[in-house]
């Protein structure tokens, strides 16, 4: 709800997203797709870096 000149004027529902800073769902997905595969190169760098060391020590 919105006051406009001293009354109250409901917003309309396309409008909501807009207003309280909501993202479109294609955006929301993309930022989590690229948020995910950031993850999994972390992960795969982690598990990499931690194979290697482990083999070194083992000599």
């Known amino acids: 709800m919105r ?3 001293e ?7 396309e409008w ?3 207003l309280s800073h909501i993202a479109p769902p294609e955006v ?3 930022s ?3 948020k995910m595969i950031e993850k999994y190169k972390t ?5 990499y870096m931690m194979t290697c ?3 070194q020590t083992k000599d």
């Open 28 to 30: 929301r997905r993309h």
């Open 16 to 18: 909501l997203p807009v």
């Open 53 to 55: 060391i482990t083999h």
């Open 43 to 47: 992960l795969q760098a982690f598990q």
């Open 7 to 13: 009354c109250v004027k409901s917003t309309k529902l």
């Open 3 to 5: 006051i406009i000149s």
């Open 32 to 34: 989590a797709e690229l």
